[in-house]
């Protein structure tokens, strides 16, 4: 089974600070996601990564960086967290579909 | 540009119904198609794709290229099928998604 797993599942942060989320999959999986989730705006992808040291921007980078040192591990950066990025982080990766983890419940104060 | 639209935030029906989640599609070339789901306090899972053309816990949908449509259906609503849908596309040869908004579904008792 496809393990996907998320460094923490709730967050509190601070305006200013930098913020480090971090995704690790098992699978080998070149593919690598980060979304962001909240009611009634459904999913929207912020970055993706199809290799190590590749990035590409999704729908919504803005505020975002990510880094990927290892196949295995997929880190979403806020430079400096602000309050409108209070949301759910969901990190996936994919094969032929993408599996996703648990997700990490983020507020910033 | 490629979008999903579920027209419905929310939809309520009694158990044993038959319930329909409309998903809308806009892409010039063949997508993919593919529903999600996300159950209270678990993380997201695929439920189908279209190109499988399989049956999930009594869900079918299928793919009508001419309405551009991908309806998710059951014929009997089950207490346990609550829970949150998302209708997500990926273009050809694309390993990105594009998720629709999603719909809620309650089954009611």
């Known amino acids: 089974d496809v393990k996907v797993t998320q460094s923490s599942r709730y967050l509190v942060k601070r305006t200013g600070e930098k913020v480090f989320l971090e995704c690790v999959q098992d699978m080998d999986h070149e593919n690598m996601f980060w979304y962001r989730q909240d009611p009634g705006l459904g999913l929207r992808l912020i970055y993706f990564s199809y290799d190590v040291k590749m990035k590409e921007k999704g729908d919504i980078p803005e505020g975002y960086s990510v880094s990927r040192e290892k196949k295995e591990r997929f880190s979403l950066i806020l430079e400096s967290a602000s309050t409108n990025q209070t949301s759910m982080y969901l990190c996936?990766?994919?094969?032929?579909?993408?599996?996703f983890g648990p997700g990490t419940r983020l507020t910033v104060t | 540009a490629q979008r999903v639209t579920q027209p419905e935030k929310l939809l309520s029906v009694f158990k044993g119904a038959p319930v329909e989640l409309k998903c809308n599609y806009s892409y010039s070339g063949s997508p993919e198609l593919f529903w999600y789901v996300q159950y209270s306090r678990q993380r997201l899972q695929l439920l189908l794709r279209?190109?499988s053309r399989e049956s999930i816990k009594g869900f079918t949908a299928d793919l009508n290229k001419g309405e551009t449509s991908f309806h998710l259906k059951k014929p009997f609503a089950q207490e346990e099928d609550s829970a949150m849908y998302y209708c997500?596309?990926?273009?050809?040869?694309?390993?990105?998604?594009?998720f629709g908004k999603g719909t809620k579904l309650s089954v009611i008792p």
């Open positions: 279209h190109i």
């Open positions: 996936a990766s994919s094969y032929d579909r993408q599996y």
């Open positions: 997500a596309l990926a273009g050809a040869g694309s390993y990105q998604l594009t």
